[in-house]
């Protein structure tokens, strides 16, 4: 069944000495567009769950948040950079004597100084945090896909239950449109008769004018492709693939279908009806632009 493209999913877990947090939101677009935002020292993360997103979902506006949280402190070391700290000692002697200062300074105020404390971290394997990572998004992306395919259902209910006026409609035209050309025919002759009154009239002359009317109203044509169209447009519906272009496409000529009804019908009952038909055709584009 149809999904649509706004959806959110959020997943927490503590893994081996890691908290990881992945929650996704999306709304409508054209194409897939990702971006995320992963901790600077997880980088590396971006490419992959971008890849591992795209693998389940295709189309979209997707935002994705990245929390990575190491519970495992003593993987930590923070180093003196003796170096800087001797010369920053250095500038603070010659400042005291200079300006004839005491010197109260200690290792904290030279600690404070920026880069003079140096935290090193032991380094991590990428590929093992990826996979940690992969399972949180894993069920994260489930969520997300639910809630996507629950607003899916009531998109297929709202389109299903207008097709289903626009074939109603289109029984009415085919069985109205016969009618159409058979008052035209009686209008005709009456018409004749009013401006030349008993005399004979020519029936062959009638047949003609009336059967190029009729070739010029029919619409049998185009009501047995709308009616293909709205057969193809609920085979989409039951699609678990991404059929949302397709749909839009097809949705485009059952409007010219109805449009080509529209100029065709000399028939006023029948050009309400085009009217209405183009209405509901209106709503199911738009609700087609949120399906993925």
Request: hydrophobic share 40%.
């Given at each position: 069944?149809?999904?649509?493209?706004?959806?959110?999913?959020?997943?927490?877990?503590?893994?081996?000495?890691?908290?990881?947090?992945?929650?996704?939101?999306?709304?409508?677009?054209?194409?897939?567009?990702?971006?995320?935002?992963?901790?600077?020292?997880?980088?590396?993360?971006?490419?992959?769950?971008?890849?591992?997103?795209?693998?389940?979902?295709?189309?979209?506006?997707?935002?994705?948040?990245?929390?990575?949280?190491?519970?495992?402190?003593?993987?930590?070391?923070?180093?003196?950079?003796?170096?800087?700290?001797?010369?920053?000692?250095?500038?603070?002697?010659?400042?005291?004597?200079?300006?004839?200062?005491?010197?109260?300074?200690?290792?904290?105020?030279?600690?404070?100084?920026?880069?003079?404390?140096?935290?090193?971290?032991a380094e991590e394997d990428e590929e093992k945090i990826w996979q940690l990572v992969k399972t949180v998004a894993s069920d994260a992306v489930d969520r997300f896909i639910e809630m996507r395919s629950v607003e899916g259902e009531k998109m297929y209910d709202d389109?299903?239950?207008?097709?289903?006026?626009?074939?109603?409609?289109?029984?009415?035209?085919?069985?109205?449109?016969?009618?159409?050309?058979?008052?035209?025919?009686?209008?005709?002759?009456?018409?004749?008769?009013?401006?030349?009154?008993?005399?004979?009239?020519?029936?062959?002359?009638i047949i003609q004018e009336v059967a190029v009317y009729a070739d010029k109203v029919a619409v049998a044509e185009e009501t047995v492709r709308l009616r293909s169209h709205i057969e193809q447009l609920r085979e989409f519906l039951n699609c678990d693939e991404a059929?949302?272009?397709?749909?839009?496409?097809?949705?485009?000529?059952?409007?010219?279908?109805?449009?080509?009804?529209?100029?065709?019908?000399?028939?006023?009952?029948?050009?309400?009806?085009?009217?209405?038909?183009?209405?509901?055709?209106?709503?199911?584009?738009?609700?087609?632009?949120?399906?993925?």
């Amino acid at each position: 069944m149809v999904k649509s493209m706004t959806g959110f999913g959020r997943a927490v877990a503590e893994l081996d000495g890691y908290v990881i947090t992945i929650e996704l939101k999306s709304v409508n677009h054209r194409y897939f567009e990702f971006y995320s935002r992963c901790p600077r020292q997880y980088g590396f993360i971006d490419d992959k769950i971008k890849s591992y997103v795209n693998s389940r979902v295709s189309r979209g506006k997707i935002e994705c948040f990245v929390g990575i949280e190491a519970l495992n402190t003593e993987a930590a070391e923070v180093a003196v950079n003796n170096t800087l700290a001797s010369a920053y000692v250095k500038a603070l002697k010659e400042l005291s004597s200079a300006y004839n200062l005491k010197e109260d300074f200690g290792a904290s105020t030279i600690s404070r100084f920026q880069d003079v404390l140096v935290v090193k971290k032991a380094e991590e394997d990428e590929e093992k945090i990826w996979q940690l990572v992969k399972t949180v998004a894993s069920d994260a992306v489930d969520r997300f896909i639910e809630m996507r395919s629950v607003e899916g259902e009531k998109m297929y209910d709202d389109i299903f239950s207008r097709s289903q006026f626009i074939l109603d409609t289109v029984s009415f035209i085919e069985e109205r449109s016969p009618q159409t050309v058979k008052e035209y025919n009686d209008k005709l002759i009456e018409r004749v008769h009013e401006l030349i009154g008993d005399v004979s009239l020519d029936e062959s002359r009638i047949i003609q004018e009336v059967a190029v009317y009729a070739d010029k109203v029919a619409v049998a044509e185009e009501t047995v492709r709308l009616r293909s169209h709205i057969e193809q447009l609920r085979e989409f519906l039951n699609c678990d693939e991404a059929v949302g272009r397709k749909m839009d496409f097809l949705v485009q000529e059952i409007n010219r279908e109805t449009n080509t009804i529209g100029s065709k019908c000399n028939d006023v009952e029948i050009a309400r009806k085009v009217v209405d038909m183009k209405a509901e055709i209106e709503k199911i584009r738009e609700q087609i632009q949120n399906i993925e």
